[in-house]
Each structure stands twice: as C-alpha cells, then as structure tokens.
C-alpha cells in the first residue's frame, strides 16, 4: 500500500513539474538553454530596461540579454505592479556573456559608463525606485571587483554614486513585449528620443566594445 501511495505522489510530482515547465514564457525556456559550464550570467539595474538591454546587446562577448525585475520583496512582479513602486523591485536585465571573451569587470565598466552615476532613484526621465540603480554581485570576487569600481569612481566625482549594491536573490523575466524592445519598436517616442541617444552616447564612449556586424 506503501508504494501505491508513493508512486501516485511521482505522478502527482511529475505532473506539477511539467505544468511549470510548459507554463514558462519564451524568454524563460531561452534563458535556461543557455549552458551555464559555458556561459555566465550577470544582472544590473539602471534605469528603463529597455535602454539597458539594448547596450549590453552590443558588447562583445554577451549572447544574450533578457528584461526582468529584481532586488524587490514580491514574487512574480508585473510592470505594472513594480511601476506602482510597492514590490521593491527595480526594472533589470540579466546579461548571459561568454567569459572567455568577456570579464565580469569590463561588464561593471559598461554599467557606470552608460549611465549618470550620481542620479539618484532613476536615470534621465524616468524617475522613481523601480528606475532605480542596483548592481548586482553572485560571489566575493564580483563584490570586490563592484567595490573596488565605486572606490575610483568615488574620487572623480563630488557626489556620492548612487548605485545601490545587493547580493542577487532572483530575477524575474518580464513580460514578452518588453524584450528586444528596441528592435521591435524602433520608432516608438521613448526609444526615438531616450533609449537610442543613451546608446548612442555609450557607443562613441566604448567603441572598443561594441560587436562587429559578423558578430551579430
């Protein structure tokens, strides 16, 4: 009797499990292809993810990057609940890189060099927590590359920088209409007007970084 009982808590298990999977959006099942022997993962927030995942997208070295929210207190965050600024959740994007082309410290440089470092609670426009800038560290040896950033940071300007820095916990994929949002919508008012000079700022800043169009 036993074992009938455990074989229907397998079957119960294994149903549950195939429910989550099929009920995982696109970008999720993409996200996971990725192997993680090959490919690391990073994750930042700095301001509307729209604008972020366009730049990261154009660093050599990353293969994929995905909008999501994190470093809130909610599960399952929405962009409309995060825009209420209640979950803690800030707009961010998790950034899948080859390491053996890209280090983990030229990201950090791409992050507080396409971005005011010193606005704080927002970037350009958009203002409030969900706009807000975290970076995020997996491990002591990202903490120490992120710390040792701001230090040098700090001493070329007389504000304080305004990142905030948080252990990640989890990153929760946006909704499918915000990804590859620029690409998709290339004349919409905020990409035409903010997204694009942002890139276009960062390209003449790092042009050293940017992809080839074979690597594209």
Known sequence: MKSFF??????IFFVSCTKAQNSASPSEKASSSFDDKVYERAYFASGCFWCVETIYESVKGVEEVFSGYSGGHTKNPTYESSNTGRTGHAEAVEVIYDPEVVTFETLVDVYFGSQNVTQQNGQGPDIGSQYRSIIFYQND????????????????YDKSIAAEIQEF?????????????????????YIRNVSIPRFTRFKVRFSELLKSKSDK
């Open 141 to 156: 040896d990202e903490k120490k590359v992120i710390d040792n950033k701001i230090k040098e940071l700090s001493k070329e």
């Open 169 to 189: 916990d989890k990153f929760w994929m946006a909704e499918e209409y915000h990804q590859d949002y620029k690409v998709n919508n290339p004349n919409n008012p």
């Open 6 to 11: 455990s074989l229907i808590l397998l079957f």
